[in-house]
Structure formats: C-alpha cells, structure tokens
C-alpha cells in the first residue's frame, strides 16, 4: 500500500505539492472548497488561479523572482512548467494568460492517478488522515482561520492586498499609447501611456481624494508594502508614483522622443489579447470612483471594465513562533503550512514553499534521507528566515538578495555581486538536489 498525504487547498503552494507528492508514488487527497465556497479574491473554480497580477516577475537571475524561478526551474517545478505554456508577451517577465493557466492547471491535477480531489470546505484538520499540508493560503476561510487560530496557540496575523483593475483591449483608444519594454529589452510587449507634468498632477490629486473602500478600525494600518493601493502610495509624497509603479525610466515617447513625466503600463492579461492589466494600479478605491478616475486618463476615456480592482484580507501564520525549519508545525510535525498562509508574499515564493515542503513530506514517508537546503540559495534563504526571524516583528516576506549570506570578495557594483551570488546560488541547488534521494 503506498502511502498517503492530505493537502488543503488547490492554489499555488497546493497544486505543486500534490503533483511532487504524487509524482513520487505517493497518494494525495486534495481538497478545495471553491467553487461551492467563494473568495472575496477568485474570479473561477480553477486551481492555481492568479488572483492579482498575471505576471511572475523577471526571469533574470539577476532579479530576486529571475533568481527563484531558476531554482524552482532545476528542481522541475510543476507550476512554472504549466506557466510556461500559457506565457503571454510581457518583455522579460514571465505573464501568463490566467484563466488558461489555471484551467490546464487543474486538467492535469484532476487527471493524476494518484490524486483524489474532493470539493468540501476543512475547518478541522482533526477530520482529516494525516499527514496534512495546509496550503489554503492568504483566503482561508473564516472557519479553518479559527481553528488555525486554536491549533496554533496564537491570534492569527493578517495584512490587506488589493488586485489591480483588467480592461477590455477593444475599449483602449491605443493612437495615443506606444508599444515598448523598459530599455529597449525584449519584444515591446507593454502599451505605454504617457503622461505629462500636468497630466500626471491630475491624476495623483484625482487618486488622493477619490472615495475608497474603508477598513474597520482595527483593520487600518495593516497594508503590505510591496502591494500598496495605488491611492496609498500617491498619498506619501506628489512624485511618489512617478518614482514607483509609474516610473518612466527606460521608455521614451516616440512622439515626442523624450523621457515622458511619468507612464501607465497595460500588460495583456491573456493568449487572446482580449484584456489588459493597470499594471501597478492595484486599488481600494470604490467602484464607481474607478470609473471616473481612471477614464480621465489619456487612452482610457471609454474604457471598459472586465474586472476592478479591490482590496481583501490576506491571512497568514506567524511562522518563526509555530513553525521549525521544514515548514512543519512545532507542535505537531504531522502537519506542513506552505504558501502565503505560512508568511510568504509572492506567487513564485507560494510555489516555492509548496514545493519544498512536499519534498520535506516526501522524505519522511518514503523513508529517505533529506538533506538541509543550503541558505546560499534563494529556497533556502527564503525558507530559514521565515522560520528564524524575530516573531515579533514578522510580516509576510518576498525572497530579495538581501536573504543570501555575503561574497567576500573584491570590491564590485552591486549588480556583480548579484550576479556572483546568483551563480553561487544555483550551483548550490544543482548540489543539494544531485544530494537528495527524493
């Protein structure tokens, strides 16, 4: 009889667990309580589904996701292979057409020998066969986040996220955009809007004193920074935007053949070229406000709408104080937290913890020896500080270079030495996987 593992939850960490854990001789009992129990977040009933942007980053290794996705490339991610065959253009960026993704995603999980999908909501890991994964991530269910809670010994966490508005391609008047990727890199992949000084200025006073969807009291303040609503980050400074999500650096206006103020990006969002994501203009402003903002926009006057952005809570562990260094509970190491409920922020970091912590279960149930993952790599890193930094003052991370020991060395530019701990990082994850029996 081959053994058996439960996971709870199809997302991203989920998904890649079971199809590891499957893969290995293993039988999964996966289950999802979408679509009979709905997100505020999820558009379907497909797993893996990319809730916010479309994009997985970079595929530099010299950028922290390049660097990550590389090393999730060499241990045969599941994930990022499907996402490979659903890419979109998107310059040097890995983007994907979300729905398809999601739906081969779950042909291929539903299709597995070794898996059992079962659509029920958990809200006691006591019901289930362990080993259990939890794996529900950032949209646990208020029932299974109360049982967490009690399991746990601690208050559950939490932070608020927003998702970014997706318009229909058609409605774009694109005469005034231009097709370009930052420096030239890549295939112009992105539809550009520029702005001037002045457009620019409408646009932030516009965003600060729009009607947004107001947290409870006690809510307020809990924004995580990566993802600041757009209104937010125009209210920390009048050029703040043009310095963030609306930089202009690295795109020049062939109408004018200079460096616009500032500039809109739209990303496709699917094969079809049907929609286009605000890229970086995630929101809590209210619906109607949407409208009227965004379509004062050069471009956007008769935008349509496909989905507007919105904000919802994102649960997650306080995994240094539960948690020891293979993502299995301290007090009852029959039980793995993977994904975003575990402390991480990301979809790679989410595909990354789902997959280590199958190959950490693997393992154990085949009786095979696992070797500790060096913290010169981006898993490793990642990993080790989510399960030793100070609980106190943990929030949700994404890997960054900043994770990795130091290069002794000479001297270089930093992005040298991003490359140098980059080479170091997946000559060490090619080692420990040469290393692993798993």
């Known amino acids: ?28 009992t996966l289950f999802e309580m979408r679509p009979r129990v709905p997100t505020p977040a999820h558009s379907t009933g497909f797993f893996g589904e990319l809730v916010c942007s479309n994009s997985l980053g970079s595929e530099s290794a010299a950028s922290a996701n390049g660097l990550l996705k590389k090393e999730l490339e060499i241990l045969e991610s599941f994930y990022l292979k499907i996402a490979q065959r659903c890419r979109v253009p998107a310059g040097q960026s890995l983007a994907v057409d979300r729905i398809r993704l999601a ?26 066969i362990s080993p259990v994964m939890v ?15 009690s399991l746990t010994m601690r208050k559950n966490l939490f932070f608020f996220d927003a998702t970014c508005p997706i318009l229909a391609t058609d409605s774009v008047d694109q005469s005034v955009c231009f097709k370009a990727s930052r420096y030239g890199k890549g295939s112009p992949d992105f539809l550009n809007i520029p702005l001037d000084r002045s457009q620019y200025e ?23 920074d990566a993802c600041l609503p757009v209104e937010e980050i125009a209210r920390r400074g009048s050029q ?24 809109i990006q739209l990303r496709t969002d699917d094969l079809k070229h049907t ?20 379509r004062k926009i050069p471009g956007l006057e008769k935008a349509r709408f496909e989905r507007y952005g919105r904000m919802h809570r994102n649960t997650y562990i306080s995994a ?42 693997a393992g154990i149930l085949l009786k095979r ?40 060395g000479p001297r270089v530019s930093k992005r040298q030495r991003k490359e140098q701990k980059a080479l170091r990082a997946l000559e060490c994850i090619r080692q420990w996987k040469n290393s692993s029996v798993i």
């Open 275 to 294: 929609f286009l994501q605000m890229v970086g203009f995630q929101t809590r402003l209210k619906w109607s406000e949407q409208r009227r903002v965004f």
């Open 240 to 263: 703040a935007l043009a310095f963030g999500p609306l930089k202009p650096v690295g795109l020049t206006d062939p109408g004018s053949g200079k460096m616009p103020h500032a500039v």
């Open 202 to 224: 409408q646009l932030v006073q516009d965003l600060v004193s729009a009607q947004t969807v107001q947290p409870k009291d006690f809510e307020k303040g809990l924004f995580f």
């Open 103 to 128: 739906k081969e995603i779950t042909r291929e999980i539903k299709a597995h020998p070794r898996i059992e999908v079962i659509t029920r909501e958990i809200t006691d890991l006591r019901d289930l």
């Open 135 to 149: 794996a529900s991530g950032p949209l646990t269910s208020d029932a299974l986040a109360e049982h967490l809670t």
């Open 1 to 28: 009889m081959s053994p058996h593992a439960t996971i709870v939850g199809a997302g991203l960490a989920g998904v890649e667990a079971a199809f590891q854990l499957a893969s290995r001789g293993i039988t999964v």
């Open 369 to 408: 020896p696992f070797p500790d993952i060096p913290t010169q790599t981006a898993l490793g890193s990642l990993i080790h500080y989510i399960t030793h930094a100070r609980w106190q003052q943990f929030k949700p991370t994404k890997f960054s270079f900043g994770l990795l020991p130091p290069i002794r």
């Open 320 to 361: 240094p104080l539960v948690l020891n260094p293979h993502l299995q509970l301290k007090a009852d190491p029959n039980i793995f937290f993977a994904g975003q409920l575990c402390g991480v922020e990301g979809y790679v970091e989410s595909i990354a913890t789902g997959l280590y912590a199958a190959l950490r279960l």
